[in-house]
């Protein structure tokens, strides 16, 4: 069974630090990671995508991907309160036919003011 | 552009009845991707459908089941519903061959009492 292992939380930071959300997973081989927002009673929302080892940032955004590890993370800087949502980490299976994500099952964020 | 429509919203239905669930692709999509996701869980892959047919499933029974229609829109069924049946039901469509990311649509809330 294919996995994406996430800190359910809640993960709480102060307005204004740096959250720091983390993401495993057991298919070896897998190339695409993603990063989805999911406010309470809303559909997920993606807001990063990474591909390749190393750093990607967007805004106050950075993915950051380890393949020799099987581990990807998000950092949000300069947390907001309208930060506070559930992120999903999912990965792209490979070798299947279709295109499916496996998703974690969230990490809660609260923001504090 | 528009996006992924879903309908209805919401949908309360009584154990052993029929549910169909309803979706719209982004315009310039061929694939369809439904996801269940239970509360407090990452959402989990149905199946996808491209060019009228099904091309990828996951642990579902076969319950569940789709259709894709010529103007790549697509209909989830599911009979003989249970209780753990209740979820947010998930859309996302895409262009078969690209992995861009999927972009989800609203969801239709599904309570089975």
């Known amino acids: 069974q294919k996995e994406v292992e996430q800190n359910s939380g809640p993960l709480s930071v102060p307005e204004g630090a740096i959250a720091s959300l983390n993401c495993t997973y057991s298919d070896r081989v897998s190339q695409s990671f993603f990063w989805y927002r999911q406010y309470s009673g809303k559909s997920p929302e993606l807001i990063m995508s990474i591909y390749s080892n190393g750093d990607k940032e967007d805004g106050r955004f950075t993915a950051q991907l380890n393949?020799?590890?099987?581990?990807?993370?998000?950092?949000?800087?300069?947390?907001?309160?309208?930060?506070?949502?559930?992120?999903l980490c999912a990965v792209l299976l490979s070798g299947a036919g279709s295109y499916q994500l496996t998703f974690g099952k969230g990490t809660k964020l609260s923001v504090i003011p | 552009?528009?996006?992924?429509?879903?309908?209805?919203?919401?949908?309360?239905?009584?154990?052993?009845?029929?549910?169909?669930?309803?979706?719209?692709?982004?315009?310039?999509?061929?694939?369809?991707?439904?996801?269940?996701?239970?509360?407090?869980?990452?959402?989990?892959?149905?199946?996808?459908?491209?060019?009228?047919?099904?091309?990828?499933?996951?642990?579902?029974?076969?319950?569940?089941?789709?259709?894709?229609?010529?103007?790549?829109?697509?209909?989830?069924?599911?009979?003989?519903?249970?209780?753990?049946?209740?979820?947010?039901?998930?859309?996302?469509?895409?262009?078969?061959?690209?992995?861009?990311?999927?972009?989800?649509?609203?969801?239709?809330?599904?309570t089975v009492t």
């Open chain 1, 67 to 87: 393949k020799a590890s099987q581990y990807v993370s998000l950092l949000i800087r300069d947390s907001q309160p309208s930060d506070s949502a559930t992120y």
């Open chain 2, 1 to 110: 552009e528009t996006g992924v429509t879903q309908s209805p919203t919401h949908l309360i239905k009584t154990r052993g009845q029929q549910v169909t669930l309803r979706c719209s692709s982004q315009s310039g999509h061929n694939t369809v991707s439904w996801y269940q996701q239970a509360l407090g869980q990452g959402p989990q892959f149905i199946f996808q459908y491209y060019r009228e047919e099904e091309n990828g499933r996951g642990n579902f029974p076969p319950r569940f089941s789709g259709l894709q229609f010529p103007n790549y829109s697509s209909e989830l069924n599911v009979n003989a519903l249970e209780l753990d049946d209740s979820a947010l039901y998930l859309c996302a469509s895409s262009w078969q061959g690209n992995n861009s990311p999927l972009h989800f649509g609203n969801g239709t809330r599904l």
